[in-house]
């Protein structure tokens, strides 16, 4: 051995420092872009509202109020390091999340009687618990039972009566998580009863017509209350305007006879015609005739429909009365008349003027399971999970997927999960690798 190649080969060495250090690199960067591609920075942005809604055993829906307008999905999985599914925004319609404050994605494709973990993503930010934990709720128990009523469905229309789509609509009924919808183009909305959970438990509720329900109207800075009856959201009995309040609950006060030397004027308000009030744009098929009177007195009604409609009722003993019209009256502006007798005997008369819309046929052909393929191309970048706390986190609920044409229904067929696109970064990255690692090859040989 010369001392040539001992000056050569004590020369060498650093060649392989500077390939191990190459490839060292190449490795972190390969690692760091071909990781996880969950977005962990966390969102400068906090949750004014959020409401687990429409939970069924296969479905639950999030809903969600940001505190300032932005690009809003969900990310969940069965495990809480697991989030492998996408859920976007069911108001998004293109291929690009759109900026808002209000937000509705649907958690599909899940098992009865099962936990969810889920993370809301904000302009691809993660917004998280104080603890920086994902969210976490659970599906309905499977239960056999099959509620018949029918929908609950409404009409909404601005100051200007024109139709509002895209409004949310919540229902809520007592220890049940709220259900959920989205107006469609004509204003109209629709939410199935058929699974209806309860919140203590997960069950299904047993619905009774009878139970005082709110439902509660967003858009924007507006909102509607309207109080009513189950069994009087089918359909509402009118038409809602936008930022106004209603209340369709009947006064359970007893009537009573008043005497001989009472007015006329006094006398006929003894009686009153509650429903339908005048000029009321009705969506459905018939109006709901109901109002108060005198206990036993006979009250009748007629519309002049084709052919026309007539009815009778007998005020019961708490004062109240009903005529149920059984017959479909067709889309147009009628009159209803309704006469009955006072305490002596003198004829009552009641008029009111009143719409069938045409789309209220619509509202009531509609079914309860539409069904719709979502497929986003949102991209997910990585980042870094500081914490950060919200201003309100709820609990749990069935889910309504909007269709182009009218209303919300609950999806009897799940679509497959959305997919977030291919990322080339992690295959660029990785080429730019291992072009470095061959140079460092030449460079040594």
């Known amino acids: ?76 999985g069965t495990q809480p390091d697991q989030l492998n599914n996408i859920a976007r925004d069911e108001q998004d319609k293109g291929s690009e999340p759109g900026v808002r404050v209000f937000h509705y ?70 220890n049940a998580y709220p259900l959920f919808a989205l107006t469609g183009e004509t204003g109209e909305w629709l939410i199935p009863l058929q699974f209806v959970t309860n919140k203590q438990d997960r069950t299904q509720v047993s619905l009774q017509e009878s139970t005082q329900v709110r439902v509660e109207i967003l858009h924007g800075e507006s909102k509607s209350v309207i109080d009513a009856l189950l069994e009087q959201t089918h359909p509402l009995p009118e038409t809602t305007v936008l930022g106004e309040d209603a209340s369709f609950l009947e006064k359970t006060e007893v009537l009573s006879a008043t005497s001989n030397t009472t007015t006329q004027s006094t006398q006929t308000a003894r009686f009153e015609l509650l429903y339908p009030k005048q000029n009321a744009t009705i969506p459905g098929t018939a109006p709901l005739i109901r109002g108060k009177g005198i206990a036993n007195k006979v009250v009748n009604a007629s ?58 046929e619509q509202v009531l052909a509609a079914t309860a399971t539409p069904s719709g393929t979502l497929t986003p191309t949102v991209r997910l970048s990585p980042s870094v999970t500081p914490r950060i706390s919200i201003t309100a986190i709820l609990s749990p609920t069935l889910n309504l997927s909007p269709t182009p044409t009218v209303i919300a229904g609950i999806p009897t067929a799940t679509p497959a999960p959305p997919v977030s696109g291919v990322n080339m970064v992690p295959y660029f990255m990785a080429g730019m690798g291992l072009v470095i690692v061959g140079l460092g090859l030449v460079m040594i040989l």
């Open 303 to 360: 519309i002049n429909s084709r052919p026309a409609f007539s009815g009778q009722a007998t005020v019961d003993s708490r004062g109240d009365w009903n005529i149920g019209v059984n017959k479909v009256i067709a889309p147009g502006s009628y009159t209803l008349i309704v006469t009955t007798t006072d305490q002596n005997n003198r004829a009552v008369r009641e008029q009111r003027t009143f719409t069938i819309i045409k789309s209220g």
């Open 105 to 174: 994605a649907i958690l599909k494709n899940l098992q009865a009687d099962s936990t969810l973990y889920y993370r809301i993503i904000s302009n691809n930010q993660v917004i998280s618990t104080p603890d920086d934990a994902p969210f976490e709720t659970k599906t309905a128990r499977d239960t056999s039972i099959q509620s018949s009523l029918s929908p609950s469905y409404g009409k909404l229309v601005s100051a200007q009566d024109t139709a509002v789509k895209n409004a949310h609509v919540f229902l809520y009924y007592p």
């Open 1 to 76: 051995m010369s001392y040539s190649d001992l000056y050569f080969r004590s020369h060498r060495s650093p060649h392989f420092l500077v390939l191990g250090a190459v490839m060292a690199v190449s490795a972190a960067v390969l690692f760091y872009f071909t990781s996880s591609g969950t977005p962990t920075r966390a969102s400068k942005l906090s949750l004014q509202k959020q409401e687990v809604v429409n939970v069924t055993p296969t479905q639950v829906g999030i809903y969600w109020q940001s505190s300032e307008a932005d690009q809003g999905w969900v990310i969940y």
